[in-house]
């Protein structure tokens, strides 16, 4: 059995060395280590060859720029194809930071990569600085 810790590194490790920075590589590698203890293989660490082979294949990619269209309380997230565990944390983010002057906001997502287990992303907020 892989420790967890060690799982993380290697994952990270991996994602860095297609391009990923420090901070993205940490995001999937946090988003696919903990949905595979939560036991959803289908969509944690197994997901990690074809991400990678994708990346390689430039469909998704690794330094992605992010464009946001902001109407009041709507925000429209264009991820530039970036592994959709990026696009995700930071559309959400974005949203949150809307919602704070607002008191709510949605995001809606486009030209992102699998996104993977979403269930992930509303329980991480408000992140930690």
Known sequence: MVQAQRL???????FQACGLSHEHAATVADLLVDTSLRGIDT????RIPAYVELLAQGKNKAQPQFKVT???ASLEFDADFSLGQVAGMAAVDAAYERAKSLGFA?????????????????ARWPRKA
């Open 43 to 46: 969509h944690g660490v197994s």
């Open 70 to 72: 902001e109407r009041k």
């Open 106 to 122: 949605f995001v809606t997502i486009r030209n992102t990569g699998h996104l993977g287990a979403l269930g992930y992303l509303p």
């Open 8 to 14: 993380h590194a290697w994952t990270h490790a991996v």
